[in-house]
């Protein structure tokens, strides 16, 4: 997380509103009391009389009297009155994928090749891989052409979309000590498109026996039957609101965080689901820019103090990270009544994960650190965040349990875990005149002392955990801070273990990691050390936002160059920018093609944005209205290609993105 700073000073209240309808005014004749001074006229003594009348009208014990005519200036600054600040963001962005499965001639959802890194559109023809490597035949969409009914093959390589979602931060400022903060989504990340009144679910099938349907788990979902005035998509005239297991997974309104902030004489207390970034957001990362889709969200319980003289803060937190199977009292097993009320409980305090974390971090006040950075001195700011993770039992992981439907009269769906991890993580950051350099540096040392509940292998137990990644920024600005030169490099370390042939290859979408007989030979052979970054840790458009979701197991070169062609003091800016980035494998044994080059890919884009309001005040961040167009192209090289000879002129082939980002920030 971030140098816990003190909470924000609410805005000042309101003044006390005006005479009520009716009153009369100052200068009425009305207002005029006998030996009253006309008014106009400058009568110190009178003042005087005013005064002394206006404490004697004060109500009895302090209460405040009645009507907003009646309150008294004392009293609106001696009583908080809660002040509701909303802040956030609306978006809507659109996306064109082009060839993202880079070639490839099918994927292992369709039981083919095991080695896929992205599915292909469902609504394209291929060439099918058998497991010897030469063509095992073809997947034909016959649906397309003029034919009635058609039989022409489907060719198409791409995929496009378009979402929306609105972004509301509430924040309810009781005083300068207390307030409440939260997140809520609004049509979150919802397709354009996705909820016509030509589609409706309903729960399918029962995963239990029993006399009654209203006590058996649904097993997934299936038609709800039709709309007479819309039975296919093609006659939909309308969008509904998003419901869960009715037209959509999510439901149109979504909390995401809630969380309290109390400022005591000592420090602070926060309480809650809240948000947790630390330095560069290579492993806890909020998440809260306007084109983010992942957070770090945490129920946590915290602390924070510290010297705000020699801006040194520090502080410790307990986390929540996951609770055991919860029930209302008296019940065996999760209640399916609780949605009417009552209050649930762990049933099982040794499943819990549990975390606890401290940190220490300088961070210098931004008013002496743009006065240093004027006078040409360096400013260093950094800090150490340690968190320890364990659990002692878990559910079964082959149990087909969830954790809110343990059966408690069965002990074969909890197991052993034994599992603990400590994680430190180190930041810094150095600042010169308009140099910036921003280093984090992580490291995951720990244990899995049993997984019995792996099906795919026999773990030799315990497995070690000796994970480790680094990612810095080095950013230099010029010509009125209009141009911004960068270069980042990232390292996530792999699995040398977790060797993959063509016959086991990797899973998709994720597609350096072990799949079928690596997971036995990455756990028996060698620790888990795939560094993971958080996937909001965006570097590109192509490989690793969207075909990897993450950089995991590879390190990457990036430079880059942004420019602002147009910018006004208003806040208004129009400008463009180009990146490329170089990517290879930290362990060549963990790709499709068995060698370390990954690919290199090319990102440009032009924007264009329109402060309005207090958002002007930082030139920094974005605000206002806001529009983007980007393109990318990414080259695939040796390490994503199939491994030994390429079967049947296999060979790969570039992907393309287009995207279009349209946002209001306030």
């Not at 404490?55 to 302090?62: I, N, V």
């Not at 009635?148 to 496009?160: I, L, N, Q, R, V």
Request: charged share 15%; hydrophobic share 35%; aromatic share 12%.
């Amino acid at each position: 997380m971030a140098a816990p700073t003190p909470a924000s000073s609410p805005a000042a209240p309101a003044p006390a509103a005006g005479p009520a309808a009716g009153t009369a005014s100052p200068s009425s004749p009305s207002s005029l009391a006998p030996g009253r001074a006309p008014t106009g006229v400058i009568s110190p003594a009178r003042d005087q009389q005013d005064l002394a009348a206006q404490g004697a009208q004060r109500p009895d014990a302090g209460e405040l009297a009645g009507g907003a005519q009646q309150t008294f200036s004392d009293d609106w600054w001696g009583r908080a009155r809660p002040i509701i600040e909303f802040h956030g963001f609306f978006r809507t962005r659109a996306e064109l994928f082009q060839n993202f499965a880079l070639g490839r001639h099918s994927s292992s959802f369709q039981g083919n090749d095991p080695q896929y890194l992205w599915p292909q559109p469902l609504d394209n023809s291929y060439t099918i891989i058998s497991p010897g490597g030469g063509s095992g035949g073809s997947r034909s969409v016959n649906v397309c052409g003029n034919a009635s009914p058609p039989t022409a093959s489907c060719y198409d390589k791409s995929e496009s979309s378009a979402n929306m979602r609105l972004r509301l931060d509430p924040e309810i400022d009781i005083s300068d000590n207390l307030r409440i903060v939260t997140e809520v989504d609004l049509l979150d990340n919802v397709v354009l498109g996705s909820t016509p009144n030509s589609y409706a679910t309903q729960p399918a099938g029962s995963s239990t026996t029993g006399t009654s349907n209203a006590l058996k788990t649904p097993t997934g979902y299936q038609s709800a039957g039709y709309n007479a005035y819309a039975p296919v998509g093609f006659f939909a005239t309308t969008q509904g609101p998003p419901t869960a297991g009715v037209n959509s997974p999510t439901n149109s309104i979504d909390v995401q965080r809630v969380w309290g902030e109390y400022m005591t004489p000592v420090g602070q207390i926060r309480f809650g689901r809240m948000p947790s970034q630390w330095g560069l957001g290579m492993v806890d990362n909020a998440g809260d820019g306007i084109d983010s889709d992942y957070q770090t969200t945490v129920d946590r319980i915290m602390f924070v103090t510290g010297i705000k003289s020699m801006d040194v803060f520090f502080g410790g937190a307990w986390d929540f990270i996951s609770t055991g199977p919860t029930a209302l009292p008296g019940a065996s097993t999760s209640a399916l009544w609780d949605v009417y009320g009552g209050q649930p409980y762990n049933t099982c305090n040794r499943c819990n994960v549990g975390e606890w974390a401290a940190w220490v971090a300088h961070r210098t006040n931004p008013d002496l650190q743009r006065l240093s950075l004027t006078r040409g001195d360096v400013v260093i700011n950094g800090g150490l965040y340690a968190k320890f993770r364990r659990q002692d039992i878990d559910v079964a992981s082959g149990s087909g349990e969830i954790p809110q439907t343990v059966d408690a009269t069965n002990p074969n769906d909890l197991e052993a875990r034994k599992a603990w991890a400590f994680t430190p993580d180190l930041w810094v950051q150095m600042l010169w005149r308009k140099l910036r350099f921003e280093a984090e540096a992580a490291m995951i040392w720990g244990e899995i002392g049993s997984l019995p509940g792996l099906e795919e292998a026999t773990v030799a137990n315990p497995v070690d955990i000796r994970e480790f990644g680094v990612v810095t920024q080095t950013e230099y600005r010029a010509i009125d801070d209009k141009l911004d030169l960068q270069f980042g490099f990232g390292y996530a370390s792999g699995d040398p273990w977790a060797y993959n042939s063509a016959g086991s290859g990797v899973q998709g979408q994720g597609a350096l990691q072990p799949n079928g007989a690596g997971v036995q030979d990455e756990f028996n052979n060698g620790p888990m050390s795939t560094f993971r970054f958080h996937p909001d840790y965006r570097i590109d458009l192509i490989f690793f936002r969207n075909i990897l979701t993450r950089v995991e197991g590879a390190y990457y070169f990036r430079p880059s160059v942004d420019y602002d062609f147009i910018r006004h003091s208003d806040g208004e800016k129009v400008g463009g920018g180009l990146a490329a980035i170089y990517s290879r494998a930290s362990e060549f044994v963990q790709t499709p093609g068995h060698q370390s080059d990954l690919g290199i890919e090319f990102d440009g884009q032009l924007y264009y944005q329109s402060k309005d309001g207090s958002l002007n005040d930082d030139p920094s961040k974005i605000g206002g209205f806001y529009a983007m167009l980007q393109y990318g192209v990414f080259f695939p090289f040796g390490g994503l290609a199939y491994l030994g000879s390429q079967p049947f002129n296999a060979s790969l082939s570039a992907a393309q993105i287009a995207r279009l980002f349209l946002g209001i920030v306030f």
